[in-house]
T-cell receptor
């Protein structure tokens, strides 16, 4: 069954702790993305990656880091430098980076910082 | 870069009525306009898209129209049903862009 898997679905952390959100896809897609979703603000791009070992900052990359060591995996680390980390995080993938094509989303991870 | 504005932010309609959601974009190079539906607690999913070489596309009760001159596109849902209740996002991108630029979303509520 092809798709994108995000984990964990819910995550609670204390202020000052780094947390890592997992994203795995078996769609053989080259491009992967991380979005942050806040009420009334739509989907804002954090980072994206076109190929292994390459990634680019999106509109709101400050306080986040990513890696792309395998084509299938694109984990996101929310660092203590992120001032307002409580949000819903969506991972997505697409066949290739540029051009048209459907974006496939994971089910999301809801991070709450206490 | 591209800027996509979406209106209204919330919309309530009676079951069976039509719903219209409108988006404008700023970059004349944008040539692909998808719409995503996100049901409560679920992932966004593509429901329809349109490319700039056509003015309208229809899929059963859903249609999208595009006015390239005015740089706006709209989602039309006819004969609405309770299962149409969701948040709808429009987006725009171009062939050379690395990303989709999303609107801020419209929460549609269909009242039975």
């Amino acid at each position: 069954d092809g798709g994108i898997t995000q984990s964990p679905k819910y995550l609670f952390r204390k202020e000052g702790q780094n947390v890592t959100l997992s994203c795995e896809q078996n769609l053989n897609h080259d491009a992967m993305y991380w979005y942050r979703q806040d009420p009334g603000q739509g989907l804002r791009l954090i980072y994206y990656s076109q190929i292994v070992n390459d990634f680019q900052k999106g509109d709101i990359a400050e306080g986040y880091s990513v890696s792309r060591e395998k084509k299938e995996s694109f984990p996101l680390t929310v660092t203590s430098a992120q001032k307002n980390p409580t949000a819903f995080y969506l991972c997505a993938s697409r066949y290739r980076l540029a051009g048209v094509g459907e974006l496939f989303f994971g089910e999301g991870s809801r991070l709450t910082v206490l | 870069g591209e800027n996509v504005e979406q209106h209204p932010s919330t919309l309530s309609v009676q079951e069976g009525d039509s719903a219209v959601i409108k988006c404008t974009y700023s970059d004349s190079a944008s040539n692909y306009f998808p719409w995503y539906k996100q049901e409560l607690g679920k992932r966004p999913q593509l429901i329809i898209d349109i490319r700039s070489n056509v003015g309208e596309k229809k899929d059963q009760r859903i249609a999208v129209t595009l006015n390239k001159t005015a740089k706006h596109f709209s989602l039309h849902i006819t004969e609405t049903q309770p299962e149409d209740s969701a948040v709808y996002f429009c987006a725009a991108t171009s062939t050379g862009a690395n990303n989709l630029f999303f609107g801020t979303g419209t929460r549609l509520t269909v009242i039975p």
